[in-house]
């Protein structure tokens, strides 16, 4: 399988406070994406980072990718009640042009 | 704003039955996929398609079948429905870049029971 894993699997803090979430995956990338997936719902677009990057932001977003290590953490900063999601990593193999997920990160933010 | 929807959030259909789950994209996206998401297995793709008439089986297409008739429209049929397609099914499209893979956009999802 070439799906990747978030660590940790689930995640409670206070509001406020940052949030980091990290993803291994296992092949060569074109790009990595983060994505956000509110309770019942469909996914939702966060940041996309291609393998020639190494950081990017995004509002209270910021994404690294290390494709020595074949990583990538999301760091969600000064949190949010409503950042309470969860979040999912998905690559896209060199060559390809569909997303392997991983098994997400449930972010509890407590108000 | 790109919008996926799902003919259905909830359905329940018995064991055997065939079941059309639609999915319609206004982005005039050549790419589409779907998904099914199980707790624990994350997100796994099912089937998609990089154009009218054209499929690609994903990671576990046994049991399924896909139709794209029009590039707006993917349908994913269940032949003969059993318990253990149970699950959240969902769609999503993207434009095609070949190596980009630009972002995809999701539909809200089916729920999907069967008994």
């Known amino acids: 399988s070439q799906q990747g894993e978030e660590d940790p699997q689930a995640l409670s803090i206070q509001e406020g406070e940052n949030a980091t979430m990290n993803c291994s995956y296992k092949t060569s990338i074109n790009n990595l994406q983060w994505y956000r997936q509110n309770s019942g719902r469909g996914l939702v677009h966060l940041i996309l980072i291609r393998s020639n990057e190494r950081e990017k932001h995004s509002g209270r977003l910021r994404v690294t990718l290390d494709t020595s290590k074949k990583s990538s953490s999301l760091l969600i900063t000064a949190s949010r009640a409503a950042d309470t999601a969860s979040y999912f990593c998905a690559q896209v193999a060199t060559g390809a042009n569909n997303l392997f997920f991983g098994t997400g990160t449930r972010l509890t933010v407590i108000p | 704003d790109v919008k996926v929807t799902q003919s259905s959030r909830y359905l329940v259909k018995r064991t055997g039955e065939k079941v059309f789950l639609e999915c319609v994209q206004d982005?005039?996206?050549?790419?589409m996929f779907w998904y099914r998401q199980d707790p624990g297995l994350g997100l796994r793709l099912i089937y998609f398609s990089y154009d009218v008439k054209m499929k690609e089986k994903g990671d576990i297409p046994e049991g399924y079948s896909v139709s794209r008739e029009k590039k707006e429209r993917f349908s994913l049929i269940l032949e003969s429905a059993s318990t253990n397609q149970t699950s959240m099914y969902l769609c999503?499209?993207?434009?095609?870049?070949?190596?980009?893979?630009?972002?995809?956009?999701f539909g809200p999802g089916t729920r999907l029971t069967v008994t």
């Open positions: 982005m005039d996206h050549e790419n």
């Open positions: 999503a499209s993207s434009f095609n870049l070949q190596g980009e893979g630009y972002e995809q956009y």
